[in-house]
């Protein structure tokens, strides 16, 4: 998933063998994403497709799946294309994990194997138009095991319990004494201290930012945020943090934020109509969550 887990539950001690359960049955359902959709393993659904890129062959699906791509399409509409799980093929030029930058005239190649359009569903199956092609659920996944871990919580009858994934949290009702759990957004430039306190019950937080992954190149500093009709990183937000009922929807909409110049970002936000948290490359705050 990219990131630590945290569970936190809070519980009578007569109920601590219920505890470790569920935490065991999360810590499966979280692995079992992990194996079906990362592209970082050969035999995950998500490489199989992108094996099958351009051979007009189709890989089956489950409904699961289906709801995820339902989801990224959905999403791909609304940011009007900024949003596209097919762009991760301009890590090639954009290698975020070594710090370093390829050839930037390959992009104009590269981009002609990018665009959701050319993602092919139907009764049999999945599969991509183009040779070279990649599918990236990297964008969407963590934020929605998430969401599955807390209803996993709940299943268990667990109600008073926080799920946190590589810094997305979900709060599984209140505390056990019926106050919020208080969340710390970190100060990009110092991710150690924490720059806003917000109060979560049954509802998530999401952030998504550039102070973690990017290129430094000549003292500049390059997004891990990639427009994918450009093919050059976004000039936007240090980080955005979105509250909402899901983790899912707050992970998306921050995400989007990030992927927008900063006024189309403010606007994006406005209109979703959620509290949210911007913080810009100098450090100002901007949203209903700003201190």
Known sequence: MGGPARLVIEHAAAHTVSARAACQTIERLLRDL?????????????????RLAGTGKLTPVDEET?????????????????????????????????????DVSELPNLLAKVGWSKVKQSVKGVGLSDAGMELDFGGVVKEYGADKAAQSLRDHGFNHALVEL????VAVGSKASGAPWHIGIS??????????TVELSNCALATSGSYQRFIEINSRRYSHFLNPQSGWPVEGAASVS???????????VATVACLNIANNATAWLNEA???????????????????
């Open 34 to 50: 992990e194996a079906r959709y990362s592209r970082y393993r050969e035999n995950s659904l998500i490489s199989q497709i992108n």
């Open 273 to 291: 109509g959620l509290p949210w948290l911007s913080i810009d490359p100098l450090g100002k705050c901007l949203g209903p969550l700003a201190p």
């Open 166 to 169: 590589a810094g997305d949290v």
């Open 187 to 196: 100060d990009p430039e110092a991710p150690s201290k924490t720059l806003v």
């Open 242 to 252: 979105v509250i909402s009922d899901s983790c899912l929807t707050a992970g998306a």
């Open 66 to 102: 289906l709801a995820l791509l339902t989801f990224c399409e959905r999403l791909w509409e609304q940011s009007h294309g900024l949003f596209d799980p097919t762009a991760g093929v301009l890590r090639q030029v954009w290698d975020f994990s070594r710090g370093q930058q390829g």
